[in-house]
């Protein structure tokens, strides 16, 4: 699977963004996806996984109550609803895609598929 994220830009604190994460193949809904993000000097960090039937969703705490991950089998597309930004969500934000079964999706090892990444800054 290929993945294209998009959606990212300059936005003041407070404000809100929406992420799209496109997806070619004809299997999209045998992964598992997720969104991580990248600070500068930071290490890659989980932001929010969706189970292949969309029933199960996590979040990181940082992010819980703000973002919101969806999906659309028939667009082949994965949301990331975030609102209430704050200058801390500032980062590169990446989809990725695991066909693993049983493993701990916040951990990006566990990841087969990456896109290239959006910009997200948020300004005071």
């Known amino acids: 699977v290929q993945l294209q994220a998009s959606g990212g830009g300059l936005v003041q604190a407070g404000g809100s963004l929406r992420l799209s994460c496109a997806a070619s193949?004809?299997?999209?809904?045998?992964?598992?996806m997720a969104w991580f993000r990248q600070a500068p000097g930071k290490e890659r960090e989980f932001v929010a996984s969706?189970?292949?039937?969309?029933?199960?969703?996590y979040y990181s705490d940082s992010v819980k109550g703000r973002f919101t991950i969806s999906k659309d089998k028939a667009e082949k597309t994965v949301y990331l609803q975030m609102n209430s930004l704050k200058l801390e969500d500032s980062a590169v934000y990446s989809c990725?895609?695991?066909?693993?079964?049983?493993?701990?999706?916040?951990?990006?090892?566990?990841?087969?598929?990456w896109g290239q990444g959006t910009q997200v800054t948020v300004s005071s």
């Open positions: 990725a895609a695991t066909s693993n079964w049983h493993i701990d999706y916040d951990q990006s090892s566990n990841y087969d598929y």
């Open positions: 193949g004809r299997t999209f809904s045998s992964y598992h």
């Open positions: 969706i189970s292949r039937s969309s029933i199960i969703l």
